[in-house]
């Protein structure tokens, strides 16, 4: 009897079936129904992870790889399993041995890590293979911490099939009319976020769904370079007419007058105090390293700039880290060491010798640790990392070590998420920055207002808003409205603990460059070197804001102190007159502005319950706090204790 015998029901339909090679099986239904589709099974693709020997303590067994695991045997070993590629290998280039992460019997060196592809299934078959003595992780992507844009907390994400939709016309200019191109406008609120990007004509087309614009919660302005940021709550927009905002140059902010001609201090240096520290005190004989999206030396500020490594692309052309398509190192370069030609805006080590890592866009934790292998190799003292991953790794820690110990000093940015500080910020082997801002340094109605947090104190200090804090912050800096370079010559107002770190990085250049007891033998480079470097700055630091220890750390470090410089009484603008909440000379005549200019200080505004009324008495009454009155000097050299 045949195994199917014909009758009026179709057949059961067919699906594709995987041939060896992947492709679907060609078979056709005997009934003449549908050609099943051709094409390739989904299955988990390969991803890359970090293998590298881990350390264990002896007795535990050489398990089954047969011998004490060194890299060249994990590495052999690899290579000749199944359903593993392996893609490259990092390994120690200067020739420092860091103690602890190897058996020094090996022979073969335990240092470096394996990078290879395989599926997540294979990752955990190597890593029980391993009984311990391997570290399997997966290659996790970084990110450069810029603050994100707050959106509304109810957005849908529902595209409406049908319903009305209409248009809305922005048009951006400057303060003379002239029309701005590409410059980013987004929407909030109704039924969905809209942005678009103005065109030649400085006018940006944003589709709404629904038919009334008053369901608009914000409206935000970002230009590419060399103007302010707008953003407007509840904006008044007209769907029957374009809607005008017009952006004011940053070049025109009183504190700023004439930038680039006339050379300029951010107000985050000055906050420092940079501006007492003798002009001899340039960073020079410092080695700087940022680890970012490469810096443009076509800018007046970096062209002083000749030594770098492009990570991501070391295969094809390691000379490519000049080139920064994103702005962000070009940011973070220009805050650290900006020449000052009587041009543009100064850095606090323009002598420093920069090496710029291009690790971005698309940057791994394997890259970041080989762009730590070349700060190893070239002696660098002082590493920016204004980047962070979604989770701690052993092996990036490893590596943070490994630099540590030969002298090189990493500082992080805490990041941006408000919430837990990231990693490697939170890695007890760095340095971590969180970010402030200041009344008064930022027009009030661009986007930096947005992020003032509820912990002003009497000088205008805040914490930022998107600022990370935990017990692992050690300090805090400038943060919100920092003004630096951007490709290809121009410049722009960012906000972020990226903007923040490079401000730490640049007094750690000096202090190493000019603090006596740095250049002398006692201080060689070694781990307690680094120790001793953090040490300085945390004690050097004053406690800014309202706000805990968890959110600023020790404070926000001080030049003048951090290089044992005389520090004159009269001249700490902390221990004179008080100003703000209700003392002579009020918030105004700590950060005077003219021209006609609004300041976040002279504008009513309200954040989070603290309201800024002019010049006038500050409401603090928020959060159980009272307004603090001239007292006693902010301490310095204190210890970082609860309760500030």
């Given at each position: ?60 067994g050489?398990?089954s ?7 060249s ?14 893609i ?47 570290i ?38 400057g ?17 969905l ?5 103005t ?16 369901t ?28 005008v ?25 000055r ?68 020449t ?23 940057g ?31 092996a ?33 082997h ?40 935990g ?65 300085v ?50 918030m ?16 009513a ?21 009272q ?11 204190t ?6």
């Amino acid at each position: 009897m045949a195994k199917h015998a014909k009758s009026g029901a179709a057949d059961p339909p067919q699906t594709p079936m995987a041939s060896q090679d992947g492709a679907a099986d060609a078979r056709t239904d005997s009934t003449g129904g549908p050609t099943p589709i051709q094409g390739r099974l989904v299955t988990e693709r390969k991803k890359k992870y970090l293998v590298a020997p881990r350390a264990v303590l002896s007795g535990f067994g050489i398990s089954s790889w047969g011998a004490p695991l060194g890299l060249s045997t994990v590495q052999q070993t690899l290579t000749t399993m199944t359903d593993i590629e392996v893609i490259d290998t990092i390994t120690p280039r200067a020739g420092l041995a860091t103690a602890g992460f190897g058996p020094s019997s090996m022979g073969d060196g335990a240092e470096g890590v394996v990078v290879a592809r395989m599926t997540d299934q294979k990752a955990g078959e190597l890593l029980q293979r391993g009984q311990g003595q391997l570290i399997v992780e997966r290659d996790q992507h970084l990110e450069l911490l810029d603050p994100m844009l707050r959106r509304p907390d109810l957005v849908s994400s529902l595209t409406p099939y049908q319903g009305p939709q209409c248009e809305l016309l922005l048009a951006v200019v400057g303060t003379d009319g002239a029309p701005l191109p590409e410059v980013e406008v987004s929407l909030f609120g109704g039924v969905l976020p809209s942005t678009a990007i103005t065109g030649a004509d400085g006018v940006a087309r944003l589709r709404l769904y629904g038919d009334d614009a008053h369901t608009i919660s914000g409206l935000y302005v970002k230009p590419r370079a060399d103007y302010w940021s707008f953003y407007q709550r509840d904006p008044d927009l007209s769907l029957q007419e374009a809607n005008v905002v017009m952006l004011r140059p940053i070049a025109e902010w009183p504190a700023l007058r004439g930038l680039p001609q006339q050379n300029a201090m951010g107000w985050g240096a000055r906050a420092m105090r940079l501006d007492g520290v003798p002009q001899h005190y340039r960073g020079r004989g410092t080695k700087v390293a940022v680890i970012d999206s490469g810096a443009a030396t076509t800018h007046g500020n970096l062209n002083a700039i000749h030594d770098g490594f492009d990570v991501i692309n070391k295969r094809t052309d390691r000379s490519t880290w000049n080139v920064d398509t994103l702005g962000h190192g070009s940011h973070c370069t220009g805050v650290i060491a900006a020449t000052d030609p009587a041009w543009g805006i100064r850095g606090f080590a323009p002598e420093a010798e920069i090496h710029v890592c291009k690790l971005f866009p698309g940057g791994q934790v394997s890259q970041l640790i080989d762009a730590l292998e070349y700060c190893i190799e070239q002696g660098i003292d002082v590493v920016n990392m204004s980047l962070g991953g979604s989770a701690p790794s052993e092996a990036l820690d490893r590596q943070i070590v490994r630099a540590k110990q030969a002298g090189v000093a990493c500082i992080a940015a805490a990041g941006n998420s408000a919430a837990a500080v990231q990693y490697p910020a939170s890695s007890p082997h760095v340095l971590a920055v969180a970010a402030i801002g200041k009344i008064g340094e930022f027009p009030a109605d661009s986007y930096h207002a947005e992020t003032i947090g509820a912990d002003i104190d009497m000088y205008g200090y805040f914490t930022a808003r998107f600022s990370c804090f935990g017990p692992q912050v050690d300090v805090c800096a400038p943060g919100v409205a920092v003004v630096s370079s951007v490709p290809p010559n121009n410049f722009a107002a960012w906000d972020g603990t990226s903007m923040a770190a490079p401000h730490v990085t640049g007094l750690a250049a000096l202090v190493l460059a000019h603090r006596p007891e740095f250049g002398s033998m006692v201080q060689a480079r070694s781990a307690e070197r680094v120790e001793r470097l953090f040490q300085v700055l945390r004690m050097s630091a004053r406690p800014v804001t309202l706000n805990d220890p968890n959110h600023i750390g020790y404070g926000l470090p001080d030049a003048l102190v951090a290089l044992g410089l005389p520090t004159a009484q009269q001249a700490m603008p902390w221990q004179g007159t008080a100003v703000g909440y209700g003392a002579s000379g009020g918030m105004h005549a700590m950060s005077p502005h003219d021209g006609g200019w609004p300041s976040a200080a002279g504008t009513a505004m309200q954040h989070q319950g603290v309201q800024y009324q002019g010049t006038q008495h500050q409401n603090l009454q928020h959060q159980g706090m009272q307004p603090q009155g001239p007292g006693l000097p902010y301490p310095f050299g204190t210890m970082r204790v609860s309760g500030w």
